[in-house]
């Protein structure tokens, strides 16, 4: 035998040995091997139908999501128009107060910058910003 730093190398016996074992047992993986690869192609053909099932419903499920698109589109619209107008009305009531309490807002503004001059400046700054 040769000697490979400091080391025998393996005589053929024992690498006939190893092969035969590591083929002895390949059978047996071989054999999971197929059952995993037949496994494997059921669900495969199982997949294949669940998809082709998707495929056919999808026209139907297409035609109903667009018709729920144009229902929201509409109730969108109706509450548009039922906003524009509440908003209408909120700013023409905001707008008809403000007027009728212009007087009040007056008579606020002249007790507070009237009187006592040296509060103008500060007040003024409350009042307009």
Same mark, same amino acid.
């Given at each position: 035998?040769?000697?490979?730093?400091? *080391?025998?190398?393996?005589?053929?016996?024992?690498?006939?040995?190893?092969?035969?074992?590591?083929?002895?047992?390949?059978?047996?993986?071989?054999?999971?091997?197929?059952?995993?690869?037949?496994?494997?192609?059921?669900?495969?053909?199982?997949?294949?139908?669940?998809?082709?099932?998707?495929?056919?419903?999808?026209?139907? *499920?297409?035609?109903?999501?667009?018709?729920?698109?144009?229902?929201?589109?509409?109730?969108?619209?109706?509450?548009?128009?039922?906003?524009?107008?509440?908003?209408?009305?909120?700013?023409?009531?905001?707008? *008809?107060?403000?007027?009728?309490?212009?007087?009040?807002?007056?008579?606020?503004?002249?007790?507070?910058?009237?009187?006592?001059?040296?509060?103008?400046?500060?007040?003024?700054?409350?009042?307009?910003?």
């Amino acid at each position: 035998m040769l000697e490979r730093t400091g *080391r025998f190398l393996p005589s053929a016996a024992v690498i006939l040995a190893a092969v035969v074992l590591v083929s002895a047992a390949g059978c047996r993986e071989a054999r999971l091997a197929e059952r995993r690869l037949a496994y494997r192609s059921e669900r495969l053909s199982d997949d294949i139908a669940r998809f082709e099932r998707l495929e056919r419903s999808r026209p139907r *499920r297409v035609e109903r999501t667009l018709k729920a698109i144009v229902r929201d589109q509409r109730q969108t619209v109706e509450d548009l128009d039922e906003n524009v107008d509440r908003l209408d009305s909120h700013c023409r009531t905001r707008w *008809r107060r403000w007027v009728e309490r212009q007087p009040a807002y007056r008579d606020a503004a002249g007790r507070i910058l009237l009187g006592k001059p040296e509060r103008i400046g500060p007040n003024a700054i409350i009042l307009f910003f």
